[in-house]
T-cell receptor, first 110, second 116 residues
Framework: DAKTTQPPSMDCAEGRAANLPCNHS???????VYWYRQIHSQGPQYIIH???NNETNEMASLIITEDRKSSTLILPHATLRDTAVYYC???????????FGAGTTVTVRA | GAVVSQHPSRVICKSGTSVKIECRSL??????MFWYRQFPKQSLMLMAT?????????EQGVEKDKFLINHASLTLSTLTVTSAHPEDSSFYIC????????????FGPGTRLTVL
């Protein structure tokens, strides 16, 4: 699976949008971009995934650049409960393995 | 979304004993389950992939005789840490792939193992 690069940490203000970048410059045509998050001492939680098109669900939006070498996860209105480590993972479907990198530690401040 | 449970959530044991951790998919069938380990302030590391009815596939560096995995049914996988030592103290997390949801992995809440 292609490697991803994320900033180690970022702060954002409660109520504001949080934009989390991820670089995956070696992504292959059949690899999906997945986002998970892990709140302290809990199991990871699936957020969203996409291949080429932008995606939106009740939790977040995923913007993938046209060349697919990078993506941005957008939390539209961050709350204190969104404080977590966010992982951007590239995965070939239907390959099941998920390789977790260091992720981005997001701290939402009041 | 699909729910995965783990039992126990916390366990403290003496060095040399064996500990069994259960992972259950509550509302879906999982032909594949995964076991991860997470040390403090580190990311999740995949230990093994467990397929129902067959032997688990272990990642490089993970001792299969120490970490016994059994996936006896479509909803249950177990991880047994044999002859546990303090260095095995960690957060163990399982996940299950739901074929009905395009193979998305859903994670359990984790089990905190402390070996004294």
């Amino acid at each position: 699976d292609a490697k991803t690069t994320q900033p180690p940490s970022m702060d954002c203000a409660e109520g504001r949008a949080a934009n989390l970048p991820c670089n995956h410059s070696t992504i292959s045509g059949n690899e999906y971009v997945y986002w998970y998050r892990q709140i302290h001492s809990q199991g990871p939680q699936y957020i969203i995934h996409g291949l080429k098109n932008n995606e939106t669900n009740e939790m977040a939006s995923l913007i993938i650049t046209e060349d697919r070498k990078s993506s941005t996860l957008i939390l539209p209105h961050a709350t204190l409960r969104d404080t977590a480590v966010y992982y951007c993972i590239v995965r070939v479907a239907p390959e099941y393995k998920l390789s977790f990198g260091a992720g981005t530690t997001v701290t939402v401040r009041a | 979304g699909a729910v995965v449970s783990q039992h126990p959530s916390r366990v403290i044991c003496k060095s040399g004993t064996s500990v069994k951790i259960e992972c259950r998919s509550l509302d879906f069938q999982a032909t594949t389950m995964f076991w991860y380990r997470q040390f403090p302030k580190q990311s999740l590391m995949l230990m093994a992939t467990s397929n129902e009815g067959s032997k688990a596939t272990y990642e490089q560096g993970v001792e299969k005789d120490k970490f016994l995995i059994n996936h006896a049914s479509l909803t249950l996988s177990t991880l047994t840490v044999t002859s546990a030592h303090p260095e095995d103290s960690s957060f163990y997390i399982c996940s299950a792939a739901d074929r009905g949801s395009n193979n998305e992995q859903f994670f359990g809440p984790g089990t905190r193992l402390t070996v004294l």
